[in-house]
């Protein structure tokens, strides 16, 4: 019964010691080994790793891409205006050993981080202006007209300042970060938002609205030019078409005309008679109907062919 128990003593001692001397590192960890505050070593690649029981302790550290969300701040712009920027980082953890060193814990690099993130960013901003940064303003070319970007929208001032701005800031916290020694890289800056405060929000909208509707307005008045435009030039080719067709009609009709002149003459030579005999009858039958009462002299034309043949033939 003693061999027992001292067994199983031996085996929870066994079992504590193990667990104090293994430890795992996963894949998206790195591990300080130290020794009553001294660095003994570093653990980059994940598995099963031995140290020191009791004495030997492992602090664990991320070594994945870290986000850091600096705290939104009210900064001035050239003009003394403020505004809102939310903005955020992302970093890296290089040198474990100088992290715990100047920095410790992942939260005192949030917070160390985000000031300096947010004290470079005041700095660039204060070298702008408000829409430069926010962006409401169109970007016009040399005749006045607003760019376009490939989707065909307007184009505003700010997108290429900001862009500016973040690279600039980026260029600095990567500098502090260096001569601070803090044992990590900076990826990138960027902004979440850049906003007016809201005691000027409607006003500034009331100017975009007022904006909009000036391009809006623009663009109309070009529309309606060029309906104007185009339908003169449609009026002008229906005018020259319907002249043309006139011409072309007259044309025809007097070469008929003549033709039928021509036909006439014709006719007239080969028997002016018979010619002279279907024009009387053509001329009677406008003059006469049924209840005419006509008087002609003996020696009247018409009275001619009213004789009948013989006196037809007798004249």
């Known amino acids: 019964m003693k061999a027992l128990v001292v067994l199983l003593v031996l085996l929870v001692i066994g079992l504590i010691v193990a667990r104090q001397a293994l430890y795992v590192v996963d894949e998206t960890e790195q591990v300080i080994i130290t020794r009553f505050g001294?660095?003994?070593?570093?653990v980059r690649f994940p598995g099963l790793y031995l140290k020191a029981p009791f004495v030997d302790q492992a602090i664990r550290l991320d070594k994945r891409i870290l986000r850091i969300d600096a705290p939104p701040e009210a900064m001035p712009d050239k003009e003394k205006q403020n505004l809102i920027i939310d903005s955020y980082a992302r970093y890296r953890i290089t040198d474990p050993v100088q992290f715990r060193k100047t920095l410790q814990t992942e939260l005192t690099a949030r917070s160390r981080l985000g000031?300096?993130?947010?004290?470079?960013?005041?700095?660039?901003?204060?070298?702008?202006?408000?829409f430069e940064i926010i962006g409401s303003e169109p970007i016009l070319d040399d005749t006045g007209n607003p760019v376009e970007d490939d989707d065909g929208l307007p184009l505003f001032e700010g997108r290429d300042t900001r862009t500016q701005i973040l690279d600039e800031v980026l260029s600095g916290v990567r500098q502090e970060v260096r001569d601070r020694e803090f044992g990590i890289e900076i990826i990138d800056v960027r902004l979440k938002r850049a906003d007016f405060p809201e005691s000027v929000t409607p006003s500034i909208f009331t100017r975009m609205r007022a904006e909009r509707n000036r391009i809006?307005?623009?663009f109309r008045?070009?529309?309606?030019?060029?309906?104007?435009?185009?339908?003169?030039?449609?009026?002008?080719?229906?005018?020259?078409?319907?002249?043309?067709?006139d011409r072309e009609s007259n044309q025809i009709r007097g070469e008929g005309e003549a033709r039928a002149i021509s036909i006439l003459a014709e006719a007239l030579n080969e028997d002016p008679d018979f010619f002279a005999f279907r024009r009387s009858l053509a001329a009677y039958q406008a003059m006469l109907n049924q209840n005419d009462t006509i008087v002609l002299g003996a020696d009247s034309p018409l009275f001619r062919y009213l004789e009948g043949p013989v006196g037809a033939s007798s004249r």
């Open 216 to 218: 809006a307005t623009k």
């Open 115 to 130: 000031n300096i993130v947010n004290s470079t960013m005041r700095d660039r901003v204060a070298l702008r202006d408000r």
């Open 221 to 245: 008045a070009e529309g309606e030019e060029e309906d104007l435009k185009i339908r003169a030039v449609a009026n002008r080719n229906r005018d020259i078409i319907l002249a043309e067709a």
């Open 38 to 42: 001294e660095v003994q070593t570093v």
